[in-house]
């Protein structure tokens, strides 16, 4: 499948933010890639270009393409509730976001990859599907064979906690509770703005 493969800095400066994690070349030079971005002088932006960029935003914090996005979104406004809201909830249900955020892998394309690579379970089966869709109280674990993983060890050592996680560290564990609410969700994402792009 296709992705993304560029430096991850350079999307980063584009919108701003660290959106891929802590990024000491981020850190050094925050303002816009190219010759141009340190100049002071910015076009005033249009409506449509502030949620083109919101929604790109949240294609590369998720590492999606623009056909998989679209049809995420599409799923996320035939479901009842908030459309915005649903579209979250279902990119944090993604295998490989899960397995980020439970700490087997310090960034989105590490668990990308642990998933690819059939390091991860779900229920007991291997599943190499990184947009796989977990559903309430599936158990995600690490093959036993991928244990010993330095890089596994290391990034669950400094795992963060999320209230729609559980995790039991000690034997490489976790299980997806219930999709997050919107306030659960640490992503600096306007998705009201996607939705009315959308909408257009």
Do not use: C
């Amino acid at each position: 499948m296709a992705r993304y493969t560029g430096p991850s800095t350079k999307i980063a400066r584009r919108f701003g933010e660290a959106i891929f994690g802590f990024d000491r070349a981020f850190e050094k030079r925050k303002y816009g890639p190219g010759q141009h971005g340190q100049s002071k002088k910015r076009k005033t932006k249009s409506e449509y270009s502030i949620q083109l960029m919101e929604k790109q935003k949240a294609k590369h914090t998720y590492g999606l393409l623009e056909r998989q996005f679209s049809k995420f979104f599409d799923r996320a406004s035939r479901t009842k509730g908030s459309t915005g809201e649903n579209l979250l909830q279902m990119l944090e249900a993604r295998l490989d976001n899960v397995v980020y955020r439970l700490g087997f892998s310090p960034s989105r394309r590490g668990a990308r990859q642990l998933v690819s690579h059939k390091h991860i379970s779900v229920n007991g089966s291997v599943v190499n599907i990184p947009s796989y869709q977990l559903k309430n109280g599936d158990v995600i674990s690490i093959r036993e064979k991928s244990k010993s993983n330095e890089v596994i060890v290391n990034a669950v050592a400094n795992a963060t906690k999320y209230a729609w996680l559980e995790m039991n560290p000690k034997e490489l564990k976790g299980t997806f509770i219930a999709a997050p609410n919107r306030d659960q969700i640490p992503e600096n994402i306007k998705e009201q703005l996607i939705v009315e792009l959308y909408s257009k």
